[in-house]
Protein backbone atom coordinates (compact mmCIF):
# COMPACT_ATOMS: atom_id res chain seq x y z
CA UNK A 1 0.00 0.00 0.00
CA UNK A 2 1.67 3.09 -1.49
CA UNK A 3 0.66 5.81 0.41
CA UNK A 4 0.79 9.66 -0.25
CA UNK A 5 4.33 10.04 -0.61
CA UNK A 6 4.44 14.33 -0.26
CA UNK A 7 3.20 13.40 3.46
CA UNK A 8 5.80 10.72 4.35
CA UNK A 9 8.67 12.96 2.52
CA UNK A 10 7.74 15.23 5.28
CA UNK A 11 7.85 12.42 7.90
CA UNK A 12 11.54 13.46 8.58
CA UNK A 13 10.62 16.78 9.63
CA UNK A 14 7.88 15.79 11.71
CA UNK A 15 10.20 13.54 13.60
CA UNK A 16 13.14 15.72 13.95
CA UNK A 17 10.33 18.90 15.05
CA UNK A 18 9.06 16.68 17.67
CA UNK A 19 12.51 16.12 19.76
CA UNK A 20 11.97 19.87 20.72
CA UNK A 21 8.24 19.43 20.90
CA UNK A 22 7.48 21.42 17.52
CA UNK A 23 4.23 20.22 15.27
CA UNK A 24 5.03 21.20 11.62
CA UNK A 25 1.36 23.36 11.75
CA UNK A 26 3.23 25.20 14.71
CA UNK A 27 0.44 23.38 17.43
CA UNK A 28 0.91 22.82 21.39
CA UNK A 29 1.47 19.13 21.82
CA UNK A 30 -1.90 18.99 23.48
CA UNK A 31 -3.82 21.36 21.17
CA UNK A 32 -6.84 20.08 18.55
CA UNK A 33 -7.06 21.67 15.45
CA UNK A 34 -9.47 24.42 14.93
CA UNK A 35 -13.32 22.66 15.00
CA UNK A 36 -16.21 23.51 12.57
CA UNK A 37 -19.36 21.39 13.50
CA UNK A 38 -22.65 21.75 11.31
CA UNK A 39 -25.63 20.35 12.26
CA UNK A 40 -28.90 19.80 10.23
CA UNK A 41 -26.26 18.99 7.53
CA UNK A 42 -28.83 16.52 5.61
CA UNK A 43 -33.03 17.45 5.48
CA UNK A 44 -33.30 13.60 4.87
CA UNK A 45 -31.71 12.34 7.22
CA UNK A 46 -33.31 12.09 10.64
CA UNK A 47 -30.28 13.86 11.97
CA UNK A 48 -26.66 14.99 11.17
CA UNK A 49 -23.56 16.66 11.84
CA UNK A 50 -20.29 17.67 9.52
CA UNK A 51 -16.77 18.25 11.71
CA UNK A 52 -14.31 20.25 9.57
CA UNK A 53 -11.11 19.23 12.15
CA UNK A 54 -8.34 20.96 10.74
CA UNK A 55 -8.66 19.79 6.63
CA UNK A 56 -10.54 16.82 8.08
CA UNK A 57 -14.29 16.55 6.82
CA UNK A 58 -16.59 13.80 7.85
CA UNK A 59 -20.42 13.74 7.46
CA UNK A 60 -22.17 11.79 10.45
CA UNK A 61 -26.06 11.52 9.20
CA UNK A 62 -28.56 9.47 11.08
CA UNK A 63 -31.24 7.29 10.10
CA UNK A 64 -33.96 5.40 12.28
CA UNK A 65 -35.61 2.23 11.03
CA UNK A 66 -38.34 0.00 12.52
CA UNK A 67 -37.11 -3.46 12.43
CA UNK A 68 -37.58 -6.73 14.59
CA UNK A 69 -35.31 -7.07 17.93
CA UNK A 70 -32.48 -9.48 18.05
CA UNK A 71 -33.51 -13.02 19.25
CA UNK A 72 -31.31 -12.53 22.16
CA UNK A 73 -32.43 -8.99 23.74
CA UNK A 74 -36.42 -9.36 22.32
CA UNK A 75 -36.81 -5.77 24.58
CA UNK A 76 -34.25 -3.91 22.99
CA UNK A 77 -33.27 -1.84 20.09
CA UNK A 78 -29.69 -0.92 18.64
CA UNK A 79 -26.86 1.45 16.99
CA UNK A 80 -24.97 0.55 13.86
CA UNK A 81 -22.26 2.70 12.89
CA UNK A 82 -20.73 2.36 9.44
CA UNK A 83 -17.88 4.61 7.70
CA UNK A 84 -17.25 5.15 3.97
CA UNK A 85 -14.23 6.47 2.94
CA UNK A 86 -15.12 8.49 -0.34
CA UNK A 87 -12.75 8.09 -3.00
CA UNK A 88 -12.08 11.54 -3.55
CA UNK A 89 -10.80 11.75 0.70
CA UNK A 90 -7.22 10.56 -0.18
CA UNK A 91 -5.11 9.85 -3.10
CA UNK A 92 -4.86 6.23 -1.62
CA UNK A 93 -8.75 5.68 -1.31
CA UNK A 94 -10.16 3.24 -3.54
CA UNK A 95 -14.30 2.63 -4.30
CA UNK A 96 -15.46 -0.27 -2.94
CA UNK A 97 -16.11 -2.22 0.52
CA UNK A 98 -14.97 -0.64 3.50
CA UNK A 99 -11.36 -1.73 4.39
CA UNK A 100 -9.07 -2.27 7.54
CA UNK A 101 -9.14 1.33 8.93
CA UNK A 102 -12.44 2.33 7.60
CA UNK A 103 -14.01 -1.21 9.26
CA UNK A 104 -11.80 -0.40 12.65
CA UNK A 105 -12.77 3.11 12.68
CA UNK A 106 -16.59 2.23 12.88
CA UNK A 107 -16.15 -0.60 15.29
CA UNK A 108 -14.21 1.77 17.75
CA UNK A 109 -16.80 4.74 17.40
CA UNK A 110 -19.46 2.40 17.54
CA UNK A 111 -18.07 1.09 21.52
CA UNK A 112 -17.43 4.54 22.23
CA UNK A 113 -21.40 5.28 21.86
CA UNK A 114 -22.40 2.17 22.61
CA UNK A 115 -20.46 1.37 26.21
CA UNK A 116 -21.02 4.50 27.27
CA UNK A 117 -25.22 3.56 27.30
CA UNK A 118 -25.58 6.58 26.06
CA UNK A 119 -28.61 5.65 24.35
CA UNK A 120 -31.10 3.12 26.35
CA UNK A 121 -31.84 0.75 23.91
CA UNK A 122 -34.65 -1.18 26.02
CA UNK A 123 -35.92 2.55 25.07
CA UNK A 124 -35.75 1.91 21.71
CA UNK A 125 -38.34 -1.04 21.96
CA UNK A 126 -41.60 -0.54 20.40
CA UNK A 127 -43.27 -4.07 20.76
CA UNK A 128 -41.45 -6.89 22.60
CA UNK A 129 -39.55 -9.30 20.18
CA UNK A 130 -41.80 -7.48 17.24
CA UNK A 131 -40.31 -4.36 17.05
CA UNK A 132 -37.90 -1.61 17.84
CA UNK A 133 -35.89 1.49 16.63
CA UNK A 134 -32.71 0.90 15.17
CA UNK A 135 -30.21 3.28 14.59
CA UNK A 136 -28.05 3.73 11.68
CA UNK A 137 -25.42 6.02 11.90
CA UNK A 138 -23.20 6.51 8.51
CA UNK A 139 -20.29 8.60 8.73
CA UNK A 140 -18.55 10.12 5.04
CA UNK A 141 -15.03 10.61 4.98
CA UNK A 142 -14.56 13.64 2.63
CA UNK A 143 -11.57 14.26 3.66
CA UNK A 144 -8.42 12.61 5.22
CA UNK A 145 -6.13 15.06 6.88
CA UNK A 146 -5.55 13.22 9.87
CA UNK A 147 -7.27 11.73 13.27
CA UNK A 148 -10.92 10.67 11.54
CA UNK A 149 -11.39 9.17 15.47
CA UNK A 150 -12.18 12.22 16.72
CA UNK A 151 -13.70 13.66 13.73
CA UNK A 152 -15.94 10.59 13.29
CA UNK A 153 -16.85 10.58 16.87
CA UNK A 154 -17.99 14.13 17.23
CA UNK A 155 -19.61 14.13 14.47
CA UNK A 156 -21.75 11.27 15.23
CA UNK A 157 -22.37 12.28 18.39
CA UNK A 158 -23.38 15.51 16.85
CA UNK A 159 -25.19 13.59 14.48
CA UNK A 160 -27.35 12.08 17.42
CA UNK A 161 -27.83 14.79 19.52
CA UNK A 162 -30.57 16.43 16.45
CA UNK A 163 -31.86 13.16 15.91
CA UNK A 164 -35.53 12.95 15.38
CA UNK A 165 -37.97 9.92 15.71
CA UNK A 166 -39.96 9.84 13.22
CA UNK A 167 -43.90 9.23 13.25
CA UNK A 168 -44.82 5.67 12.78
CA UNK A 169 -48.64 5.00 11.17
CA UNK A 170 -49.15 1.16 10.45
CA UNK A 171 -45.42 0.38 11.28
CA UNK A 172 -44.81 2.28 8.45
CA UNK A 173 -42.69 5.84 8.83
CA UNK A 174 -44.62 8.65 7.97
CA UNK A 175 -41.98 11.29 6.32
CA UNK A 176 -41.16 14.73 7.35
CA UNK A 177 -43.71 13.54 11.02
CA UNK A 178 -41.78 13.25 13.95
CA UNK A 179 -42.69 12.18 17.34
CA UNK A 180 -39.87 13.59 19.28
CA UNK A 181 -36.27 13.32 19.41
CA UNK A 182 -34.20 10.63 20.74
CA UNK A 183 -32.92 10.69 24.00
CA UNK A 184 -28.78 10.78 24.50
CA UNK A 185 -27.98 10.39 28.01
CA UNK A 186 -23.75 11.18 27.83
CA UNK A 187 -22.04 12.80 25.85
CA UNK A 188 -19.17 10.27 24.48
CA UNK A 189 -16.08 11.35 22.24
CA UNK A 190 -13.02 9.80 21.55
CA UNK A 191 -9.92 11.46 22.25
CA UNK A 192 -6.77 10.29 20.12
CA UNK A 193 -3.06 10.55 20.65
CA UNK A 194 -0.24 9.88 18.63
CA UNK A 195 3.32 9.05 19.57
CA UNK A 196 6.50 9.87 17.37
CA UNK A 197 10.04 9.30 18.38
CA UNK A 198 8.47 8.57 22.28
CA UNK A 199 6.52 11.87 22.50
CA UNK A 200 2.83 12.07 22.55
CA UNK A 201 0.47 14.67 20.77
CA UNK A 202 -2.76 15.25 20.47
CA UNK A 203 -4.85 15.24 17.42
CA UNK A 204 -2.32 13.99 14.78
CA UNK A 205 -2.76 15.70 11.44
CA UNK A 206 -2.08 13.49 8.14
CA UNK A 207 1.40 14.51 8.05
CA UNK A 208 1.92 13.25 12.09
CA UNK A 209 -0.10 9.94 11.37
CA UNK A 210 2.46 9.13 8.77
CA UNK A 211 5.29 9.36 10.92
CA UNK A 212 3.57 7.67 13.82
CA UNK A 213 5.18 4.81 15.56
CA UNK A 214 1.12 4.40 17.55
CA UNK A 215 -1.93 5.75 18.46
CA UNK A 216 -4.28 5.77 21.36
CA UNK A 217 -7.33 6.23 21.11
CA UNK A 218 -9.83 6.88 24.61
CA UNK A 219 -13.64 7.25 24.49
CA UNK A 220 -14.65 9.24 27.55
CA UNK A 221 -18.05 10.89 29.19
CA UNK A 222 -18.56 13.68 31.05
CA UNK A 223 -18.91 11.86 34.30
CA UNK A 224 -15.07 10.80 33.85
CA UNK A 225 -15.21 6.95 32.77
CA UNK A 226 -13.78 5.63 30.00
CA UNK A 227 -16.52 3.82 27.29
CA UNK A 228 -13.40 2.16 24.64
CA UNK A 229 -9.93 2.16 24.69
CA UNK A 230 -8.12 1.29 21.14
CA UNK A 231 -4.07 1.09 20.46
CA UNK A 232 -3.57 1.18 16.73
CA UNK A 233 -0.01 1.08 14.56
CA UNK A 234 3.02 -0.67 15.13
CA UNK A 235 4.46 0.62 18.09
CA UNK A 236 3.78 0.28 21.64
CA UNK A 237 2.53 2.50 24.62
CA UNK A 238 4.16 1.99 28.26
CA UNK A 239 1.55 2.06 31.55
CA UNK A 240 2.84 5.53 32.31
CA UNK A 241 1.99 6.88 28.86
CA UNK A 242 -1.52 4.96 28.54
CA UNK A 243 -2.12 6.62 32.11
CA UNK A 244 -1.11 10.29 30.96
CA UNK A 245 -3.04 9.80 27.50
CA UNK A 246 -6.67 8.93 29.70
CA UNK A 247 -6.17 11.86 31.98
CA UNK A 248 -5.47 14.10 29.20
CA UNK A 249 -8.57 12.57 27.18
CA UNK A 250 -11.10 13.66 30.07
CA UNK A 251 -9.17 17.23 30.13
CA UNK A 252 -9.69 17.13 25.99
CA UNK A 253 -13.21 15.79 25.69
CA UNK A 254 -14.44 17.98 27.87
CA UNK A 255 -13.19 21.19 25.15
CA UNK A 256 -15.19 19.27 22.27
CA UNK A 257 -18.20 18.66 24.50
CA UNK A 258 -19.06 22.59 24.94
CA UNK A 259 -18.65 22.63 21.01
CA UNK A 260 -21.98 21.04 20.63
CA UNK A 261 -24.40 22.77 21.15
CA UNK A 262 -27.81 21.28 21.83
CA UNK A 263 -30.75 23.12 20.59
CA UNK B 1 -30.35 -11.41 29.31
CA UNK B 2 -32.62 -11.19 31.56
CA UNK B 3 -31.30 -14.51 32.77
CA UNK B 4 -27.62 -13.13 33.51
CA UNK B 5 -28.60 -11.35 36.39
CA UNK B 6 -29.41 -14.12 38.58
CA UNK B 7 -25.47 -15.72 38.21
CA UNK B 8 -23.77 -15.40 41.22
CA UNK B 9 -20.14 -14.04 39.55
CA UNK B 10 -17.87 -14.56 42.77
CA UNK B 11 -19.86 -17.00 45.27
CA UNK B 12 -19.40 -16.97 49.06
CA UNK B 13 -15.81 -19.02 48.66
CA UNK B 14 -14.51 -16.30 46.22
CA UNK B 15 -14.71 -18.76 43.37
CA UNK B 16 -16.48 -17.79 40.00
CA UNK B 17 -19.12 -19.46 37.68
CA UNK B 18 -16.12 -22.43 36.11
CA UNK B 19 -14.49 -22.33 39.78
CA UNK B 20 -11.52 -20.04 39.24
CA UNK B 21 -10.56 -17.49 41.59
CA UNK B 22 -10.93 -14.00 40.57
CA UNK B 23 -6.76 -13.70 38.84
CA UNK B 24 -6.87 -17.17 37.11
CA UNK B 25 -5.96 -18.00 33.81
CA UNK B 26 -8.12 -21.04 32.25
CA UNK B 27 -5.88 -24.00 31.68
CA UNK B 28 -3.67 -23.28 28.80
CA UNK B 29 -2.01 -25.53 26.03
CA UNK B 30 0.58 -24.50 23.53
CA UNK B 31 1.94 -27.07 20.86
CA UNK B 32 4.57 -25.76 18.28
CA UNK B 33 5.31 -27.29 15.01
CA UNK B 34 2.18 -29.06 14.37
CA UNK B 35 2.00 -28.64 10.68
CA UNK B 36 4.21 -29.38 8.20
CA UNK B 37 3.70 -27.64 5.40
CA UNK B 38 3.73 -24.32 6.88
CA UNK B 39 6.82 -22.49 7.47
CA UNK B 40 5.84 -22.20 11.12
CA UNK B 41 2.84 -23.35 13.58
CA UNK B 42 1.13 -23.56 16.87
CA UNK B 43 -1.67 -25.06 18.36
CA UNK B 44 -3.14 -23.61 20.92
CA UNK B 45 -6.18 -24.97 23.78
CA UNK B 46 -6.71 -21.62 25.85
CA UNK B 47 -9.92 -22.84 28.17
CA UNK B 48 -12.61 -23.94 25.31
CA UNK B 49 -10.86 -22.01 22.84
CA UNK B 50 -9.42 -23.61 19.96
CA UNK B 51 -6.97 -22.24 17.46
CA UNK B 52 -4.36 -23.09 14.79
CA UNK B 53 -1.76 -20.95 13.58
CA UNK B 54 0.40 -20.78 10.17
CA UNK B 55 2.91 -18.69 8.58
CA UNK B 56 4.91 -18.11 5.65
CA UNK B 57 7.28 -16.08 5.51
CA UNK B 58 9.35 -13.56 4.52
CA UNK B 59 8.64 -13.99 1.12
CA UNK B 60 8.00 -11.88 -1.63
CA UNK B 61 4.98 -9.29 -1.29
CA UNK B 62 2.22 -9.57 -4.05
CA UNK B 63 1.05 -8.02 -6.00
CA UNK B 64 4.41 -5.86 -6.66
CA UNK B 65 2.76 -2.73 -5.61
CA UNK B 66 1.89 -3.92 -2.02
CA UNK B 67 5.91 -4.29 -1.23
CA UNK B 68 7.57 -1.63 1.12
CA UNK B 69 11.28 -0.92 0.64
CA UNK B 70 11.64 -0.33 4.37
CA UNK B 71 10.29 -3.38 5.35
CA UNK B 72 8.24 -6.86 5.65
CA UNK B 73 4.40 -6.86 5.51
CA UNK B 74 2.91 -8.58 8.93
CA UNK B 75 -0.31 -9.52 7.20
CA UNK B 76 -2.27 -11.40 10.15
CA UNK B 77 -5.69 -13.22 9.28
CA UNK B 78 -8.14 -13.96 11.80
CA UNK B 79 -10.78 -16.13 11.07
CA UNK B 80 -13.24 -18.06 13.03
CA UNK B 81 -14.69 -21.34 11.50
CA UNK B 82 -18.59 -21.76 10.67
CA UNK B 83 -19.27 -23.73 13.81
CA UNK B 84 -16.92 -22.49 16.18
CA UNK B 85 -19.51 -20.21 18.08
CA UNK B 86 -23.20 -20.95 19.11
CA UNK B 87 -24.85 -19.80 15.95
CA UNK B 88 -23.39 -20.86 12.37
CA UNK B 89 -21.32 -18.21 11.56
CA UNK B 90 -21.62 -17.03 8.01
CA UNK B 91 -18.21 -17.82 6.20
CA UNK B 92 -17.24 -14.56 4.80
CA UNK B 93 -15.09 -12.46 7.49
CA UNK B 94 -17.21 -9.89 9.21
CA UNK B 95 -16.05 -6.40 10.55
CA UNK B 96 -14.99 -8.15 14.12
CA UNK B 97 -12.43 -10.35 12.14
CA UNK B 98 -11.49 -7.51 9.80
CA UNK B 99 -10.60 -5.08 12.88
CA UNK B 100 -8.98 -7.89 14.96
CA UNK B 101 -6.94 -8.80 12.31
CA UNK B 102 -5.42 -5.35 12.04
CA UNK B 103 -4.60 -4.72 15.48
CA UNK B 104 -3.03 -8.17 16.02
CA UNK B 105 -0.79 -7.72 13.20
CA UNK B 106 0.28 -4.27 14.38
CA UNK B 107 0.66 -5.33 17.94
CA UNK B 108 3.44 -8.27 16.36
CA UNK B 109 4.85 -6.11 13.91
CA UNK B 110 6.07 -4.12 16.75
CA UNK B 111 7.47 -7.59 18.10
CA UNK B 112 9.33 -8.86 14.69
CA UNK B 113 12.56 -7.24 13.11
CA UNK B 114 10.40 -6.38 10.11
CA UNK B 115 13.05 -3.74 8.76
CA UNK B 116 15.27 -6.15 8.22
CA UNK B 117 12.79 -8.07 5.49
CA UNK B 118 12.04 -5.47 2.59
CA UNK B 119 9.34 -5.75 -0.43
CA UNK B 120 8.48 -9.05 1.60
CA UNK B 121 5.16 -10.21 3.20
CA UNK B 122 5.13 -12.24 6.76
CA UNK B 123 1.77 -13.76 6.11
CA UNK B 124 0.10 -15.48 9.66
CA UNK B 125 -2.83 -17.05 9.75
CA UNK B 126 -5.41 -17.90 12.09
CA UNK B 127 -8.59 -20.28 12.59
CA UNK B 128 -10.50 -20.61 15.54
CA UNK B 129 -12.47 -23.81 15.40
CA UNK B 130 -14.54 -23.48 19.57
CA UNK B 131 -14.62 -20.69 20.91
CA UNK B 132 -15.35 -19.11 24.60
CA UNK B 133 -14.28 -15.72 24.75
CA UNK B 134 -10.81 -14.18 24.83
CA UNK B 135 -10.42 -15.90 21.22
CA UNK B 136 -7.87 -12.82 20.13
CA UNK B 137 -5.67 -13.55 23.03
CA UNK B 138 -5.63 -17.08 22.72
CA UNK B 139 -4.91 -16.47 18.55
CA UNK B 140 -2.21 -13.81 19.24
CA UNK B 141 -0.32 -15.86 21.65
CA UNK B 142 -0.23 -18.96 19.69
CA UNK B 143 0.72 -16.49 16.73
CA UNK B 144 3.91 -15.40 18.60
CA UNK B 145 4.97 -19.23 19.22
CA UNK B 146 3.99 -20.12 15.43
CA UNK B 147 6.70 -17.23 14.25
CA UNK B 148 9.05 -18.36 17.02
CA UNK B 149 8.79 -21.68 15.55
CA UNK B 150 9.51 -20.34 11.87
CA UNK B 151 12.57 -18.73 12.94
CA UNK B 152 11.56 -15.35 12.07
CA UNK B 153 14.03 -12.66 14.11
CA UNK B 154 11.93 -10.99 17.06
CA UNK B 155 12.59 -8.89 19.81
CA UNK B 156 9.94 -10.66 22.09
CA UNK B 157 7.10 -13.06 22.13
CA UNK B 158 3.80 -11.09 21.78
CA UNK B 159 2.08 -13.11 25.47
CA UNK B 160 -1.82 -11.83 25.32
CA UNK B 161 -4.23 -12.18 28.12
CA UNK B 162 -7.81 -10.36 28.70
CA UNK B 163 -8.85 -8.66 31.68
CA UNK B 164 -12.52 -7.57 32.71
CA UNK B 165 -14.96 -6.85 35.53
CA UNK B 166 -18.22 -8.90 35.88
CA UNK B 167 -20.51 -7.80 39.22
CA UNK B 168 -18.36 -4.99 40.13
CA UNK B 169 -15.35 -7.53 40.19
CA UNK B 170 -12.40 -7.10 38.10
CA UNK B 171 -11.24 -10.43 36.79
CA UNK B 172 -8.45 -12.20 35.17
CA UNK B 173 -9.32 -13.88 31.69
CA UNK B 174 -12.92 -13.65 31.93
CA UNK B 175 -15.38 -16.27 29.85
CA UNK B 176 -18.42 -15.86 28.10
CA UNK B 177 -21.04 -16.08 31.14
CA UNK B 178 -18.66 -12.94 32.62
CA UNK B 179 -18.49 -11.33 29.12
CA UNK B 180 -22.48 -11.08 29.23
CA UNK B 181 -22.43 -9.61 33.38
CA UNK B 182 -24.61 -6.30 32.79
CA UNK B 183 -21.75 -4.17 34.12
CA UNK B 184 -19.47 -6.25 31.95
CA UNK B 185 -15.79 -4.64 31.11
CA UNK B 186 -13.82 -6.60 28.60
CA UNK B 187 -9.98 -5.40 28.07
CA UNK B 188 -8.21 -7.71 25.48
CA UNK B 189 -4.37 -7.07 26.30
CA UNK B 190 -0.58 -8.26 25.03
CA UNK B 191 2.73 -6.77 25.91
CA UNK B 192 6.15 -7.94 25.16
CA UNK B 193 7.11 -9.05 28.52
CA UNK B 194 10.78 -8.50 28.74
CA UNK B 195 10.04 -4.55 28.30
CA UNK B 196 6.34 -4.72 29.34
CA UNK B 197 5.15 -2.44 26.67
CA UNK B 198 1.55 -2.79 25.56
CA UNK B 199 1.47 -3.63 22.09
CA UNK B 200 -2.54 -4.67 22.18
CA UNK B 201 -5.03 -2.60 23.60
CA UNK B 202 -9.00 -2.59 23.61
CA UNK B 203 -11.31 -1.95 25.44
CA UNK B 204 -15.49 -1.61 26.21
CA UNK B 205 -17.47 -1.11 29.00
CA UNK B 206 -17.27 1.90 31.17
CA UNK B 207 -15.06 2.16 33.57
CA UNK B 208 -13.51 4.98 36.20
CA UNK B 209 -9.36 5.24 36.07
CA UNK B 210 -8.46 3.53 39.28
CA UNK B 211 -10.31 0.56 38.88
CA UNK B 212 -9.21 0.55 35.06
CA UNK B 213 -5.59 0.79 36.93
CA UNK B 214 -6.29 -2.24 39.04
CA UNK B 215 -8.06 -4.18 36.24
CA UNK B 216 -4.80 -3.40 33.73
CA UNK B 217 -2.09 -4.16 36.30
CA UNK B 218 -4.04 -7.61 36.65
CA UNK B 219 -3.96 -8.45 32.95
CA UNK B 220 -0.06 -7.57 32.68
CA UNK B 221 0.32 -10.11 35.43
CA UNK B 222 -1.67 -12.37 33.46
CA UNK B 223 -0.09 -11.80 30.24
CA UNK B 224 3.67 -12.69 31.78
CA UNK B 225 1.58 -15.62 33.52
CA UNK B 226 1.27 -16.51 29.69
CA UNK B 227 4.87 -15.86 29.00
CA UNK B 228 6.07 -18.68 30.86
CA UNK B 229 4.07 -21.27 29.47
CA UNK B 230 5.03 -19.96 25.82
CA UNK B 231 8.33 -20.26 26.38
CA UNK B 232 7.89 -23.72 27.89
CA UNK B 233 5.58 -24.77 24.60
CA UNK B 234 8.82 -23.91 22.66
CA UNK B 235 11.34 -25.08 24.95
CA UNK B 236 9.76 -28.42 25.23
CA UNK B 237 9.84 -28.68 21.49
CA UNK B 238 13.22 -28.36 21.35
CA UNK B 239 13.98 -30.37 24.57
CA UNK B 240 12.17 -32.96 21.94
CA UNK B 241 14.67 -32.85 18.83
CA UNK B 242 17.78 -33.00 21.41
CA UNK B 243 15.98 -36.42 22.64
CA UNK B 244 15.70 -37.72 19.56
CA UNK B 245 19.24 -36.83 18.60
CA UNK B 246 21.00 -38.05 21.79
CA UNK B 247 18.97 -41.17 20.59
CA UNK B 248 20.55 -41.02 17.28
CA UNK B 249 23.98 -40.56 18.20
CA UNK B 250 23.56 -43.20 21.14
CA UNK B 251 22.74 -45.76 17.78
CA UNK B 252 25.09 -44.44 15.65
CA UNK B 253 27.90 -45.33 18.74
CA UNK B 254 26.49 -48.84 19.10
CA UNK B 255 27.20 -49.23 15.28
CA UNK B 256 30.19 -48.20 15.22
CA UNK B 257 31.13 -49.96 18.47
CA UNK B 258 29.90 -53.05 16.79
CA UNK B 259 32.29 -52.40 13.43
CA UNK B 260 35.06 -51.80 15.75
CA UNK B 261 34.92 -55.32 17.36
CA UNK B 262 34.65 -57.19 14.37
Same mark, same amino acid.
Given at each position: ?9 ? +? ?212 ? %? ?9 ? +? ?18 ? %? ?7 | ?37 ? =? ?7 ? *? ?14 ? $??? *? /? ?45 ? @? ?63 ? /??? /??? /? ?14 ? *? ?6 ? @? ?13 ? $??? =?? $? ?7 ? @? ?10 ? *? ?11
Amino acid at each position: MRDDIIWELR +SDKVRELIKSSQRLDGRALYEYRPIKIETDFSKNAHGSCRVVLGETDVIAGVKMDVAEPYPDTPDEGSITVGVEFMPMASPVFEPGPPDQNATELARVVDRCIRESKAIDFKKLCIEEGEKAWFVFIDIYVANDSGNLFDASSLAALGALLNTKIPKLEDDKIVKDEFVGKLEVAKRPLLTTFAKINGKLLLDPAIAEEKAMDARISIGTTEEK %LMSALQKGGPG +SFTQAEIEQCIDLAFEKSAE %LRKLLKVE | MAKSEEIVYINSEGKRVDGRKVDELRPIKIVPSVLSRA =EGSAYIEWG *QNKALVGVFGPREALP $QHI *Q /DPTKALVNYVYRMATFSVPDRKSPKPGRREIEISKVSGEALERAIFV @ERFPNTTIDIYVYLFDSNAGTRCAALTAASVALADAGIPMRDLVSACAVGRAAGTIILDPCKAEE /DAS /DAV /DMPLAIMPRTKEVVLL *QMDGLIGK @EEWKKAFELGIKGCL $QVY =EI $QKKALKRKY @EEIAEEEEKTIK *QIDKELKKVEKK
